[in-house]
């Protein structure tokens, strides 16, 4: 159980799927996506009968357990969606994940979801020279776009993350802080006011046009949507389309004023520097600091296990970047509680949704982490594909995209974790010299970028 949930009163679980059902549209998954979905169909067309199948409890998965990052951020960089889809597409997706983090703070005030919104934006520091010249080669590339990035100088990063070492960085203000188990299990409840039938402890075994298959039944509608993300591959033949990677994080007591005092994070920024291997944190909305990071080792075969949320060495690598970053919260980490999951990842990195016509299958995922915005756009766009609205939304070049599978085992294996390996000593390259790794131009080039 992640601190986010752990935190909430206990809520009873609701009830499984008790024999056969039909309905309108079909979603498998209760996270942000498939409860997105629902919502947004329930909006658009209250006569709808919309079932939701979820093989835990709704947020179980990554919406429960992830960083907090209300972003716009998209697994693909704007230099690679021009590139393949040209600039007026790639501005439009850009231009759409923006708005979803205004979006989601609009639907929580409007559906009464206290899920301690708070739009502080993102604040990326550069803690060595080569970060901070890839913090001024990414704002030179946003404003060849106009996108909104600043650069900061050491003195205007400090500011707001008071953080050891920093020689400038980047802000953006599209990203809100949010708690994540609230905003789920707020949005499970106004899906169920607006008629949503969800069950949960539902695990779906199959996937079929026009049927979802369980231990207790099947549902039966003409359109079935796949919002299952990170747990994608236990689905039969879709072992090689998503694969999990594992994020782990730590929440630590309330801290004192005098630690934010140095530390900041006023507005409640979302926080990360620019190595390689992934970091990000949040300041919550009662003065602790979730932290989160990579470094948990791809499992073979794309194996799922709740003993693999728990990796005591990346929770110590953890606490220990969090001691480098703010020495002044002490010794010791006052760490309250370390839990971790799975997060779902496309062969080429690119995040997707879509509506096969032919057979009525839907589907939304790979979004590589940042999918707490994405998901709200995912489900706003499957709403209109179902509805047949026509927005400007079905337009958008990620609809429609099919990603290539994964290798074959133990390529994904060897493959991922070496990519791993690769960003770790990266980092460790860049600290010691100072200057940029060659060998990270690797990494780019094999995320596509």
Request: charged residues 20%; glycine residues 12%; aromatic residues 8%.
């Amino acid at each position: 159980m992640s601190f986010w949930t752990a935190v909430l009163p206990p809520q009873p679980p609701r009830p499984p799927l008790a024999g056969d059902e039909e309905a309108d549209v079909c979603v498998v998954g209760a996270g942000y996506t498939g409860l997105w979905t629902a919502y947004y169909l329930a909006v658009a067309d209250p006569s709808l009968r919309i079932t939701v199948l979820e093989a835990e409890h709704a947020g179980f998965g990554a919406s429960g357990r992830n960083g907090g990052w209300c972003s716009a951020l998209f697994p693909k960089s704007v230099g690679y969606l021009e590139r393949a889809f040209g600039r007026e597409a790639a501005l439009a997706l850009n231009a759409a994940m923006e708005s979803a983090v205004d979006e989601v703070g609009r639907v929580a005030a409007a559906e009464g979801i206290d899920c301690d919104y708070a739009k502080g934006g993102t604040v990326v520091l550069a803690r060595s020279p080569a970060q901070l010249a890839r913090a001024r080669a990414e704002v030179a590339e946003a404003a060849r776009y106009g996108i909104e990035l600043h650069l900061l100088t050491a003195a205007e990063a400090k500011a707001r993350a008071g953080a050891t070492d920093v020689l400038g960085g980047t802000y953006t203000p599209h990203c809100a802080a949010i708690q994540p188990a609230k905003l789920v299990r707020g949005l499970a409840a106004a899906c169920l006011r607006r008629g949503v039938r969800i069950y949960e402890r539902s695990a779906v075994t199959r996937l079929d046009p026009g049927v979802a298959t369980t231990a207790h039944g099947r549902v039966r509608a003409p359109i079935v949507v796949r919002a299952t993300e990170g747990f994608t591959p236990r689905l039969p033949g879709h072992r090689r389309a998503i694969t999990p990677l594992y994020s782990l994080m730590i929440a630590t007591d309330p801290l004192p004023p005098a630690f934010w005092a140095e530390a900041g994070l006023a507005a409640r920024e979302t926080f990360a520097d620019g190595r390689h291997l992934i970091i990000y944190g949040q300041r919550t909305a009662d003065d602790r600091l979730a932290f989160g990071g990579r470094g948990a080792p791809y499992h073979y075969g794309s194996a799922i296990d709740p003993a693999f949320d728990h990796e005591p060495r990346v929770f110590a690598d953890l606490a220990r970047v969090l001691r480098t970053l703010f020495p002044f919260i002490g010794d010791e980490v006052p760490v309250a509680r370390t839990w971790g999951g799975p997060l779902g990842v496309a062969r080429d990195w690119m995040a997707s949704v879509g509506l096969d016509p032919a057979t009525g299958l839907a589907w939304a995922g790979g979004y590589v982490g940042d999918g707490v915005g994405t998901a709200n756009l995912a489900g706003r766009t499957l709403a209109d594909l179902i509805t047949g609205a026509g927005s400007d939304l079905v337009r958008l070049p990620w609809v429609g995209h099919r990603s290539p599978n994964w290798e074959p085992e133990p390529l994904r294996w060897l493959g991922i974790n070496a990519s791993l390996r690769l960003m770790t000593t990266s980092d460790a390259a860049e600290a010691r010299t100072g200057r940029p790794a060659k060998r990270a131009e690797l990494i780019s080039r094999m995320l596509g970028n």
